[in-house]
């Protein structure tokens, strides 16, 4: 059972505009989540987190914002840039420091020049 | 800092073959993770251990699939028999902790590695 579903696959934006990615989760006791970068045959990086006692956070040019009450969140990239071009996996946890992370299947992002 | 370190990068292997798979976490953090990624179920969590102690294994899919931590700079995931549904790209991850101060929980993945089982 997918506790968490991104259900958007693949997202194509023009440079220098928005990205929007987003995220849905099922279990209402995640109260910390985050996003992770994947290059091609690299793994995952850490990009930005929240806590379920913010609504929204922002790191540069990356903003995740958190509906709990829609279980649902977002990762906006503004401008957008080639080098954004890669698949983001979102990620949920019960509490804070708790080890087991609970990830979607990723959405494949292109940045078209 | 050279990051978390994992070996093989590519393995490719004949089904009924014993695989092992190495991990050098990053020195410091005290959580070590395996995940398996594959297209159908995107990357998902298998083992971890704390401090070198095996705390959560209800992901590992199989009696087939077997992971030790002997000391805070090292784990294996081993698979014995491998079968091809086996094929996927293996991450290793490391936390540092309440020593990482505002990165506490955050996860460092190394670069993966990619099995084939034929």
């Known amino acids: 059972d997918q506790q968490v579903k991104q259900n958007s696959p693949s997202l194509s934006v023009q440079e220098g505009r928005i990205s929007i990615l987003n995220c849905d989760y099922t279990?209402?006791?995640?109260?910390?989540f985050l996003w992770y970068k994947k290059y091609p045959a690299e793994g995952p990086t850490f990009l930005i987190s929240?806590?379920?006692?913010?609504d929204k956070n922002e790191d540069g040019r990356f903003t995740v914002f958190l509906n709990k009450s829609a279980k649902h969140l977002s990762l906006h990239i503004v401008p957008s840039q080639p080098g954004d071009s890669a698949v983001y996996f979102c990620a949920a946890k019960v509490f804070r420091g708790a080890n087991n992370l609970f990830f979607g299947t990723g959405t494949r992002l292109t940045v078209i020049p | 800092d050279a990051g978390v370190i994992q070996s093989p990068r590519h393995e490719v292997t004949e089904m009924g073959q014993e695989v092992t798979l190495r991990c050098k976490p990053i020195s410091g953090h005290n959580s070590l993770f395996w995940y398996r990624q594959t297209m159908m179920r995107g990357l998902e969590l298998l083992i971890y251990f704390n401090n070198n102690v095996p705390i959560d294994d209800s992901g590992m899919p199989e009696d087939r699939f077997s992971a030790k931590m002997p000391n805070a700079s090292f784990s294996t995931l081993k698979i014995q028999p491998s079968e091809p549904r086996d094929s996927a790209v293996y991450f290793c991850?490391?936390?540092?902790?309440?020593?990482?101060?505002?990165?506490?929980?955050?996860?460092?993945f190394g670069p993966g590695t990619r099995l084939t089982v034929l």
């Open positions: 279990n209402s006791m995640f109260d910390y």
């Open positions: 929240i806590s379920s006692i913010k």
């Open positions: 991850a490391s936390r540092p902790g309440l020593a990482g101060g505002p990165q506490a929980d955050t996860q460092y």
